[in-house]
T-cell receptor
Framework: DTGVSQDPRHKITKRGQNVTFRCDPI?????LYWYRQTLGQGPEFLTY????????KSRLLSDRFSAERPKGSFSTLEIQRTEQGDSAMYLC???????????FGQGTRLTVV | DQQVKQNSPSLSVQEGRISILNCDYT??????FLWYKKYPAEGPTFLIS?????DKNEDGRFTVFLNKSAKHLSLHIVPSQPGDSAVYFCAASGGKNFGNEKLTFGTGTRLTIIP
């Protein structure tokens, strides 16, 4: 197992375009989290899945953001009509029920120009 | 509302000496605390954790201390090594109280070990 994998590592997009990121968690982990990190800040929670069910969404996750985890395996995070304020590092993490330690992927750095 | 605070943005320590990183929290519902280490262009890497029922946890060169009454925790690294140079994030979770294990992070402390 190579850990949590995220794709792409970098994405540059024009304002108004849609983007989609993918996360492959550690295979035996049933919990998956998305976080966003901006410059000078720590990661901020966006949303959380247990298996295929999305159980919590942060108020940071506007209507332009949607996340899915079909079949409880990989997850996608889509941002529609991107804005410059969406520029950030998007981090995915996974864990097993009962374990608080979450393992992070390398992140997808989004730049909106 | 910053529920987890790391008030020192940066810290420089001589190689071989002790590094002490501090973290304060405000939410008494947090019951588990973690430290992550982050290198540039990489995701955070889990380092060490502590449950609220303990006041100390050790793992090799790393020790985390928790003072619940003061809502304060610290990470001690001894002896410090050049490879320890990174940004360190304090994180807190209230899994049993909140129903999930989402993490609330501080803003990080950049540790530089001087050879």
């Amino acid at each position: 197992d190579t850990g949590v994998s995220q794709d792409p590592r970098h994405k540059i997009t024009k304002r108004g375009q849609n983007v989609t990121f993918r996360c492959d968690p550690i295979s035996e982990h049933n919990r998956l989290y998305w976080y966003r990190q901006t410059l000078g800040q720590g990661p901020e929670f966006l949303t959380y899945f247990q298996n295929e069910a999305q159980l919590e969404k942060s108020r940071l996750l506007s209507d332009r953001f949607s996340a899915e985890r079909p079949k409880g395996s990989f997850s996608t995070l889509e941002i529609q009509r991107t804005e410059q304020g969406d520029s950030a590092m998007y981090l995915c993490a996974s864990s097993w029920t009962g374990d608080t330690e979450a393992f992070f992927g390398q992140g997808t750095r989004l730049t909106v120009v | 509302d910053q529920q987890v605070k790391q008030n020192s943005p940066s810290l420089s320590v001589q190689e071989g000496r002790i590094s002490i990183l501090n973290c304060d929290y405000t939410n008494s519902m947090f019951d588990y605390f973690l430290w992550y280490k982050k290198y540039p262009a990489e995701g955070p890497t889990f380092l060490i954790s502590i449950s609220s029922i303990k006041d100390k946890n050790e793992d090799g060169r790393f020790t985390v201390f928790l003072n619940k009454s003061a809502k304060h925790l610290s990470l001690h690294i001894v002896p410090s090594q050049p490879g320890d140079s990174a940004v360190y994030f304090c994180a807190a979770s209230g899994g049993k109280n909140f129903g999930n294990e989402k993490l609330t992070f501080g803003t990080g402390t950049r540790l530089t070990i001087i050879p």
